[in-house]
Each structure stands twice: as structure tokens, then as C-alpha cells.
């Protein structure tokens, strides 16, 4: 592969009918953030209008206080983006939000539509215009042009137009709507915050990984199944299919390296998987090594699972800086493998003389681990 | 009269064919910054694609030089606008940028349409999605769903379908429109920088007040006309009528005390029509008095007209502070008049004991008179 | 003269006595923005203990509600510089504030010592450290190594060693101290806030000219004479002499440029002065001319005793662009005297083929002066 | 203990004769960063003079590549802090830039004077001024004051009045002094890069953590001993001892958290350390338990270390959040454990219904353990 890495992940958040819903959101936002990094964005209702904040950077730099107080009501959508390219990249955030014959609509987008560029080019001669590059605003369009007499059926007829992955939160005044495409390509769970009086006082939430329930208090109730649309409204939830599910083909770099390893992802454990993997790796590729070394933090549990079953011993033998993240100044006289050593720095007292068995999550970045197995 | 002043007055600048095309703009957009200090945007055209930069602030702080690196080409409009209400100003900035069936397209709007309500909610019906509250996105809109097989033709199309003032400017990725309504409401001028070697050398400029032309070293030329569309591309520079002008009703405002003095606007340089104005007050209302004051900065003009017609002596009786323009912290316990002393200190010494003719440039601002009033 | 302007005012400004002493005194520091717009500080005493924010910026910006909160207690005093040389500006910015055997002391000077590198020198021979370049820092110390038993009479001996012009407020925990030199080379003003209930509740306030007394409540009581100490503290006001007044020798530049005009110095208003001395120049080289026209802002009031006294019409025939301030990208292919149209605009209609009397505030500034009169 | 972390730890870094001093000690800094993150300074000598950037907050915010080009030179220190209390934050950050008797003269200091009150007392009581509250500045005046001929003496005759934990760098135009207290209370280390050509054109580096000499292609040469000032001049490196050793006492929380486990400390790798440690806690207290989980990051080596030692197997069933770090707006309904939630999400899969060992660093931060041991 040519790429160090995939990077089209992105991560989704929705709150129905909590008193901050704005403020669940981007905790949740916060927990997913390593779906994402480059652009953020909430749009609250507070039951007759919708609100937008969006912008380039980091949740916590992005929403301040002064940016949640004008994000008001009790239902929200977010949205984390990893990484566009050009200098549209504002425009391209989202949440989108828009007014059409269905009212006002908010809809945040995980995932990648093959035939995106067709319909665009099909509504485009029709006369529709286009502000951004991004697949969502083709949703809403065929969304607004559907002759269907209910939003609700207006949304399912868009979505059997489309082709490729899809993992979708979308909002009204009043109800959140949460969608996966057929293949069940983007992980989407739903859970919920018990606030006592019964079911119809709960609170519903959704989002791309079940860590964002976590910090805010709710629990996993299940994951949208491919092909369904979840609705949550004044009278409850409901639930419809849109389309029959299809073959499943999940991204297996959700497990890999996109999840986190404390998240539930496609029903199962993402620490789980990977631990098995390790074990695996070990089971197939067996050698005769010293010490078992992850390229953290990644590949630490499948190196603890080569580990398990190997007998070989697991040890911390690269140490990760968490500072970075930040535009660094190179020294112009250039230190070799500077990228890769502002990252990781090798324990030389555990390393040096021994044979080490190196475990990344993946061989995807061919480049870099070249660079670590150097430094090692 | 209710409000303090009237506030929708933008700026629009575009230059077609100058290897510096965007800097210029922003030159242009500083120079009119009286005109709208809320927001700031261009777009310029490098032969293939446009390129979009704006934000919330003043003109020097948007358009910083990395900035304006990635605003390259030839050709590039800008916008400044004065002030929006509501927390989606981000998205109601201009220029606006889309992409249609005629390509991308991105154009500026001074001006307020009466019908774009009326208009915007037949498109929506038709399946059309709104993304901003702006006036200009419903020009675009119908421009779009144009039937004329030009674009030029469906430019005229569409501004014939509307009502109002508007005075516009208009970018393709090779050529630059520039129209004013029938009623010529808002102002327009066309001005040229001559780079030797023909006129078809030259680089052509439109600008809502012609003091943008002369801190870029252009020559005005001539104002577009009402009820005009000039376009200027490869082929060179071209005018159609898209209506027979209509009675005119220029803004009177704009040479009360939207424009800079400096400026030529409706064909007049504003001093000269301040200082008429101050004569003629001076024939019309005849009192006895010591001193004629000025409410700087827009007052100066009338009050050295009314002191010439009169003969009472001309004095800077009340000093502007110029560091104002960001938020103050009041003292809790409250200095009266505080906002207006802020702006505003008079001169003792020039005025106590004396009568005093206070010329401020118009009496749209009735509460602030009284205070300043109350202060002299 | 070679240099365009003289850079070295700056402006002090102390409140004894208020509730809100920090926000008066930031409030007086806005007023006296024009003497210097490089950095600000304040610091506060609670009672106990000196609280100190200094910043490079315009007040605005550095005195938020935050950074105002953190400035308790009922006396502060306040600097605004204009321009330091050098990398170490923030270390240079004022007040500076010591402990010493005399306690907490903070200090802010306007002036310029012309022994204070004789005094430095021998101070280091003698084990002295120095963090700061400024000449504040050098009378700190003379302060702290008095043998004097009473701080004021450190201070008075403290002063007597120094040579040059300073005005300048300080304060301890209880106590503000407002001094200028035996020449009274630049101005220090004392104004009262009544508070109701008598002298002694009065809050005394010091600035650097009036000006900052009328935007909060404060009047103008007297000037602080030359060679005069005055101290303000729990028992009162009281005032001596720590040098016998000296041939006084007040700094022609406040009254040509440095003062606002609406500001009282030297006791006499500022726009008496300037309206005068365009008379006396009107007087002494009498011309033939059209039209007087003033460089804004400063050459306005003269220019208009110019034209009194002359006959000859006075007219606004340069517009000053009010948003400059920020660094500016010039285009590469250079505009003619690009800095000097960035600020002034002529009116063409106005000065077009006339005789122009051009009045500046001064003839500092050559090199501008002939771009101006290039210009016109 | 009461508090839950120790937080008294700093940084400090050196470079001498290296064509991109500033920015080596810059990336020094960044590898340190763990050992603070409040404020970060850097002072570089060009041979004629000193130049100082010091600011709050962290490292690579604070050296843009603006900020290092204004630090040029071959040799530089700087220094890296934690935390101080008060406002006066800035004014306390360092490197102390000073000029004296013994000329230009910058110190980082990493430690605690226990006799630095009663020193400053007596340098009050003689008339010496005070402009921060750091220990640093105590150095400085006794330095300053020594009546030793040579600065080497001065320094030597300065420290040996000291009492405590003092790590410090110093530099003057040509010069850098390193120095640890004669208990080697905290560490400090000297590394060289080879540039080719010998000892004599080698670049002289030192350290608070050997870490910091990876990125930047240092080797690490020797430790700084207990009571020892290493010196390198134009005349190269030399040692002498200012005191004689006394008992060591280094601080056992440097192995424990502070250092990098990367890092050698007082000539041992702080990973070996800790699973030593990890190994002694299985010995002393053995348990029955289903799995060892680490408190990430310091705890995961002594994690190691118990479940070698113990058989039991570790996994990583609690996941950190490594965006965490600016300030978060909590839900106003407290979720319970909040801040701690924030930081870890436990691995339900691996721990529910699991006998779990929990391994922190230390238990000094008593209520935060309670907080997780509830998590978990």
C-alpha cells in the first residue's frame, strides 16, 4: 500500500431531548476526537430554530463556554472530521444545515458515497447549486427534492439513492434521525441516560463509537443495524428499514486502528479483537525473540496478545511524547528519522543486545514502521 | 426616526486582469471598511478555479499574507459588510461562492431586495436547499435555473426577476460582471489602472466608492449605469442593458454619511455635496451664535459650509477618540453618557459660556444627539 | 531634523481611593492611548498585597473583564509606552513593581533620565542586579538603598540624585505618590472624583493630561508642580517639594502633537495653543492662496487659526483612513508613496488647481511632509 | 500525604556552540515538557549579548519559528516549569536574565531553597530589590554580590550559601555553568554530539533527562556529580567541585513519576526502576487476582514488573484520553467522577467480573485513586 495511513474516518454525535444537550454533544465529540482532529461542529434546536457553531481545530478549543451558550435546546447533532484537502476546508465542515420544503435540517456524514459526483452532476444540470464539495450536501438535496409527502419518507427515498458507506445522524425542530447504509460499512450505536419516570423520559443518544457514552452517563443499547433508519421523536422511538440488508462488509480498520480500544464497535469489544489478533499473529508467524515491543499506542493490546500466547515477554520498549500534535521547527542540520523520534523514543536499557519482536497495527504505514524498526 | 443609524451598508471591489489581483481587492476592501467593519471575503480566479478566503473582522486582520498566497490568479471580487444580526454571520458573509451548471460562479451584493422572500420560497417549493439568510443566494439560485444558454443571458434572466437595490459584482473563472438595479440606488464606479500598451492592457477595476481607486493607482472612469451590466473578459470590456433605467432614487445616505468625502459618488464628490448641505442649512435656519461645532468625523464638511455661508467661526469643539471600535468594560458604577464620552470628549475651553451650532451629519441618530448634546 | 516624529511620550495615570480603581485607571489609559500605543500595565493594591498585568497591545485588548478581575483593591496606578527598541519589550513595559526593605513598590515614569546609565554603572559596581533597560528601574533602586527612615523621604532623596525629565506615579500598599521634575519638562495633572460626604471621602486621581479625567467623572484640580511631590494616602492629601523649581522648561511637543486637544497642559488648553499658533504662522509668513488645508488630525486646529487670522477658506482636503494601525501588505509592484496614501486620501475636487496651504503640526516629519505635498 | 501530586518539578536544558543552539534546546524542552507544562523560556547568547524568550504556556506554542530567529547564536539554555501559584506567573518564569557587575548573566534553575527567604531578608535589609518571588533571583543577587574576582568564583562562593535542591544552568556571553546541589537531589546530565573534528569541536549539551539528548542526536556522556559546576568555554570543558559531596538524597519520585522512563536517572534507566518496583510490590504483597491493569502512562512499567513477577496477566483495561488538557466545560448535572472520566474509560469487556490488581505510579494522589479503584 502507498498510503501511512487511511484517513477518511470521521466521527457522529446525537442527543435527543436532554436539558444540555449541546454540552453531551461535545463531550461526546471530545471522546472521538481521535476520529478526527482538523474540524468540528454542533447544531442545537431549542424547538423552533436551528443553531450552528462550526470550525477548524480541536473540540475543546472550538466550543468554549461563550460557544455552548449559543448552541441552546435539548436536542443536538455533532460532527468530527479527521482531514479535507484545499483551503475550502470550513466550507466542507460539518454539521451541514440547511432550509428546504422540509424545514430546517442538520445532517453530519461518516463515511463515503461512491456515486456522490453522478447525482451532483444530475442536479446540477437541473439547476441546483452546490457550496461546498462534500457528499452531505448531495444528501440534502435529493432529501429536499423528494416528492415523498413525509420528511421521514422523503429521507428514506434519498437514502435508497445512494451507493457506498454512510453512517448518518440527521436533525429537525424535534427529531434526530440515525441511519447506516445496507453494507454496514461506518460503525453507529445507540444509547441511552436513564432519567428516571420511565422509558418515555429517557434520554437517546447516538454515535460513531460507544466511548462517547461513557463519559456523559449513558449506557449501549445496540448498534443501528445496516439499512435501518432510527427515528427519535416526540412520540418515542421508532424504527423502519430503508433498504434490505445487504452482504455486511465491515471496515476492518475500525478494529484495526480507526476505534478506540475502550469502544464497542459492529457489536463487539474493539480491545477484544485486537488482543485476539496478536494471538493470531503469534500463532502464525511464530519466532524465537527476546522481548514482545508495541509501537504504542495502537498497537499495544495486540502486542500484549502476541505476547500472551508466545510466552515471549511484553515490554514498553518505545515511549510515545503526547505533546505533539503541533507544527514542529526541524533544526535545518537535519536529525535523521526527526518525524518519527519527535514521536517515539526507543528505552536504549531494554532494547540494546536484545531481539525484539515489534508490533504496529498495521502494516499500512510502510514508511514510518520502516523509520521504527531503524530507531529500534 | 427610530434607529440610531441606518446599517446596511456594504462595500463591493473586484479587479479583472492584475498579477496581483487579490491584493488589490483587499486594498480596495480597506479603503472601504467605513463601510462595513463586521466581515470580509474574496475570491479570486486563477484561470482554472476560484479561490475563497472570508471571516468575521476587520480588513487587515482576515487578509493576512498567507492569506492572500492562497488567493492566487488575475482576477478576484471582494465584499465588506457592516453588520449582521443572529449567530450564523460566518455564513452570511460574502462573496458567495457556488458551484452550477454555469460553473463556479461567486459574487457580492451591496443592496437589499424587497422580493427575495417571495422569490426564495418558490424555490424551495421547486426542491431548492438554503444555506444562508443572505439576499445573494437566491441571486444565484436563479441564475442557476436559468434557461438562457449563455450565462451572460441568464445573468440578465435573473436580474430581471428581481426588486430592490442592488449593486453587484460577479466572477466566472475568466470574467468579471458588475450591475446596478434600474433605480441605481446604491452606488457603483469603474475605474482603470493603465499598464501601458493599449487599453486592452489594461487592468480594469470596479469599486462601490472611488476612494478604493485611488489607493491602488487607478483612474476613475465612469459610474456603471442604472439598469447597466458591464462584463470584462478575454474579448475585453462589454455593456448590455438588462432593463431600461427606471426614474432614479440614489440613497440619499450615501452622501450624508455613508461614503468617505473623498470619495465621487452618483457622479459628485461627497465634500462638495456636505458642504452644500451645510450652506444651505445655514440659509434655511439662520441663528445667532459663537462657534459652529462638527460631530467628527462625518459632520465636518456641512459644519465648514455652514460656517462659510454664515459667518460664524468654525471650531473643533468635540474630540474623537480613534482606539475605539472593541468592547469596553464600564465601571459598575455608572459614568453617565458613558458610550458617547467613549467616542466623543468636548473642549471646554472652546465651548463654555459660548452658543454653539453643533453640526452632526444627520439626525437619524436622535438619542446619541441628545447626548451629545447634553455633553457640549 | 532627521527623524519623521519624536517617539518617546508615554502616559501615567494613578486613582487613590475607589472601588473600582483598576477599570478607572484602565479606563484613563484608554483617554491617554494616543501617547502610546506599544504595551500598557496596572497594578492594584488590595490593601495588602500589589497586583500587577502588563501586556504588549492597545488597553483594549490587555484589559479584559478577566484581566481586570485579577486587579483588586482601591488604588492603582497605570503606564502606556509608545515604542521600545529591541527583543526585551515586554521586560521593559511598565509599571515595574519591587519588594524592597521599604516594602511592596510599583512605579511608572513618562521621561527620560539623562544620568541613568552613569547612576547604573555605579550601582552594579556595587552588586546591583538589573533585569529591565529602563530608567524606572535605576530609581527603584536608588529608592530600596536610600538611608532615609520614611519611604517619602527615600523618595524625595532618591529623586534629588536624578538628572533629566520625569513625571511619574507610584505607589505602596496604601499610598499613591505623584511626582515631577524641578523643569516640569513633561505635564502630570491631579483630578478629583467627589464622591459626596467631604474631602476626605474625595477619590484623587493623577494623569498625564485631563483628558482622562473626563470620561471618568473626574475634575481637573491642578497641575503637579515642577519639583512637587504629592502623596495621597489614608491620611489625606499633602504635598512638598524635594527640589526647588527650576527654570521651567516645558516640552514644546506636548502642545505642537503629543496632547490631545480636548486635554489642558502646562495649565492651558492644548487647542488654544495650536488655534494661536496658526495665527502667529498666518502672522509671519503671510501667502497668496485658494484654500488652508490641515494633515489630520493633528494640523486641524492650526490650520484653522491660520485661516481666521488669514481670510483664506479653510477646507478638509486629506482624509485620514482611521483603520490603519496594523501592518499592511504593500503589492509588490510598488504604488507611490503607498504608506503615506494608506493614511491620507486628497479630495480632488477640492484642491484641483487651487493654491494650497498645507498646515502639519509640525516639520518633524520631512520625509512625510514631502509625500504629502507630493500627494496634494 | 494530602495533595495529589508533587508538582514541584522543572526542566532545564543547555547547548553550547552549536550553529542552531535555540532550536536544539527548543526540542530539549519539548522532550522535557512532562516535567511542566506552564510556562517555558529560552535565553541565547550571539557572542556580543543575550536574548530572552519567555512565556506561559507550552513549548511549541511559545517558540514559533518568528520567536527562534529572534534567539540566534550558538549557545542557549532554557527551561521548562510546571505550575506556580498567584498571578504574577510570567514575571516568575525563567531563565532570569540579568545584568551586573559580572555582566550579562541568564540561570534556569530546577530545585527548592530552603534558605532563600532568610537570604532575601538580608539582601532586602541592604537595599537590594526584588522583581519576582523565585529562587532564582536570590542566586543572581549573590552572585552579583560576591567579592570573588573571576565569575567562576563568584558563582561557587555564591552557591555554597545555599541550602536545598538546585539543578541550574547558567550562561553568560561565552559561557555555560552547570550545577547540581552536593546531595544530588535532582538530576542533571551532560550529553555530546559529535560534529566531526575532534573533542575541542564537539557541541556540549546538558539535561534534566537524558530524553532530551535522543531527538536532537546527542550522546549521553556522564552524569553532573553532587556538589560539582562543570563549565564550557571558548577554552573548553572543565569541572571543579564548590562543595564536598554529602550523603545523596535523590528524589525517589523522579524514578517514581517525574522522569520519562525513556530517560536515565542518577545513572539508571527509570523503566528498569520501575519494574523493579512492580516485581518488589508482587513480592511484598501478593494477591490472587485475574488480571494486572495499569493507571496509563506512569503506571504501566511497574504493571509489567507485578504481573512477571506474579504470573497474573496484565492487560490494558483502562484507556487515557490524551486530548485532555485544556480546560472543559463540565455538564452542569454532575456526572459523577467527572474528571476522572474524562481522562480514563475502563475496558468493560476485560473487567467486569474480573478480580483486577489496579497498579498506579504512587499513591500519593490519594482521592484520584479512589476515584478510579470506583471506575473500575
Not at 260 to 287: C, H, N, T, W, Y
Amino acid at each position: 500500500m502507498i498510503e501511512d495511513k487511511f484517513k477518511d474516518e470521521c466521527g457522529v454525535m446525537a442527543v435527543h431531548t436532554h436539558p444540555e444537550a449541546s454540552t453531551l454533544t461535545y463531550l461526546g465529540l471530545h471522546q472521538l476526537q481521535h476520529r478526527g482532529q482538523e474540524s468540528a461542529g454542533i447544531v442545537s434546536s431549542d424547538g423552533a430554530r436551528l443553531h450552528l457553531h462550526k470550525s477548524m481545530g480541536l473540540v475543546a478549543d472550538i466550543f468554549t463556554e461563550e460557544a455552548l451558550n449559543k448552541l441552546p435546546g435539548a436536542i443536538a447533532i455533532g460532527h468530527k472530521r479527521y482531514s479535507t484537502t484545499g483551503d475550502s476546508a470550513v466550507l466542507n465542515a460539518q454539521p451541514i444545515m440547511v432550509d428546504c420544503n422540509k424545514g430546517m435540517i442538520a445532517l453530519a456524514h461518516n463515511g463515503n458515497l461512491v456515486n456522490a459526483w453522478e447525482i451532483r452532476h444530475r442536479l446540477e444540470a437541473q439547476g441546483s447549486i452546490f457550496q461546498t464539495t462534500s457528499d452531505t450536501e448531495v444528501i440534502v438535496h435529493l432529501i429536499a427534492q423528494s416528492r415523498e409527502q413525509t420528511l421521514a419518507d422523503a429521507v428514506c427515498d434519498a437514502l435508497r439513492r445512494l451507493e457506498g458507506a454512510f453512517s448518518l445522524v440527521m436533525m429537525t425542530r424535534d427529531r434526530v434521525f440515525a441511519v447506516r447504509d445496507p453494507r454496514g460499512f461506518r460503525p453507529l450505536s445507540m444509547g441511552r441516560i436513564h432519567n428516571g419516570g420511565g422509558d418515555e423520559r429517557d434520554t437517546i443518544v447516538f454515535a460513531s463509537e460507544t466511548c462517547a457514552f461513557d463519559l456523559i452517563g449513558a449506557v449501549y443499547e445496540r448498534d443501528v443495524k445496516p439499512g435501518e433508519m432510527v427515528v427519535v421523536g416526540p412520540e418515542g422511538v421508532s424504527s423502519r428499514f430503508f433498504a434490505t440488508e445487504m452482504k455486511q462488509s465491515s471496515c476492518i480498520f475500525e478494529h484495526v486502528y480507526f476505534s478506540r480500544p475502550d469502544s464497542r464497535v459492529f457489536g463487539r469489544p474493539v480491545q477484544i479483537s485486537r488482543e485476539l489478533m496478536g494471538r493470531q499473529l503469534a500463532k502464525e508467524s511464530p519466532v524465537q525473540a527476546d522481548v514482545v515491543v508495541p509501537v504504542p499506542d495502537s498497537g499495544v493490546t495486540a502486542a500484549i496478545g502476541f505476547s500472551a500466547e508466545s510466552g515471549i515477554p511484553f515490554r514498553f520498549g518505545l515511549i510515545r511524547n503526547h505533546y505533539v500534535g503541533r507544527t514542529f521547527i526541524e533544526p535545518e542540520q537535519t536529525v535523521r528519522d526527526f518525524g518519527v523520534k519527535l514521536k517515539l523514543n526507543p528505552v536504549r536499557s531494554l532494547l540494546a543486545g536484545r531481539r525484539v519482536v515489534l508490533i504496529d497495527d498495521s502494516i499500512v504505514r510502510g514508511t514510518t514502521s520502516r523509520k521504527i524498526v531503524r530507531l529500534v
